[in-house]
């Protein structure tokens, strides 16, 4: 009877032990969980492109003043980061042209370090010309000494793609030029009569216009 029971306890013991491992095998398993995390993301390119584009020579001059032709039209080179030109000029008479400062890329600019320089040679014998002293002031892109007028102006940035405002004012330094935008420049020469005539040369004079400029990273 004693070895009955205690085999009896031995079998119910044995069977709880059991009963509780599936237990606790169970709760492992209800208590793990796999996480993750999947993302994507697309990274656009990044370019630095400003140059100039679209040169247009104007065609209507101002009251008083007639067009002179081009010895040279404006001729872009250098990968579009040059433009050169050449006229002769007659008393009253002008010459100019459009080009678009274009920022084509995707990082936002400033233009800064602005300078004109101006270079004067003169003839005394109306053949060959001589280095000269240059008078006159020069400011902002402009110079003028009485009866000779040269300007680079500028318009305000608009989107590439976007008609200019015909809004001109002085390029100075600190000019924002965004992403895919531009400035429309207008270059103007002139030949003036000025008030007081004596000041006018007797010989014939050679310009060299000069207008630097950086474009850096905004």
Not at 17 to 37: D, E, F, K, R
Not at 43 to 49: E, F, G, K, L, V
Not at 128 to 149: C, I, K, M, R
Request: glycine letters at 6%.
């Amino acid at each position: 009877m004693k070895n009955s029971r205690g085999k009896l306890i031995q079998n119910v013991t044995i069977i709880v032990l059991a009963v509780a491992l599936i237990v606790m095998s169970v709760g492992y398993a209800a208590y793990t969980q796999t996480l993750s995390i999947t993302g994507a993301t697309e990274i656009q390119s990044a370019s630095w492109d400003i140059h100039f584009a679209n040169p247009s020579v104007i065609t209507t001059p101002d009251a008083g003043y007639t067009i002179a032709t081009d010895a040279v039209a404006p001729t872009l080179s250098n990968k579009n980061h040059e433009i050169t030109f050449s006229t002769n000029l007659s008393l009253n008479q002008e010459y100019g042209f459009y080009i678009d400062l274009q920022n084509a890329g995707t990082i936002n600019s400033i233009i800064n370090n602005i300078n004109l320089g101006v270079q004067k040679k003169t003839t005394t014998d109306g053949v060959n010309y001589t280095d000269a002293t240059v008078d006159g002031s020069v400011s902002n892109g402009s110079f003028t000494n009485g009866y000779l007028t040269y300007t680079v102006t500028t318009t305000d940035p608009v989107t590439i793609g976007s008609t200019a405002e015909e809004k001109y004012a002085s390029i100075t330094n600190n000019l924002a030029l965004d992403k895919r935008s531009y400035r429309k420049l207008y270059v103007l020469v002139k030949y003036n009569m000025p008030t007081d005539i004596s000041i006018l040369p007797t010989n014939s004079e050679q310009y060299t216009f000069t207008l630097t400029f950086d474009a850096s990273q905004a």
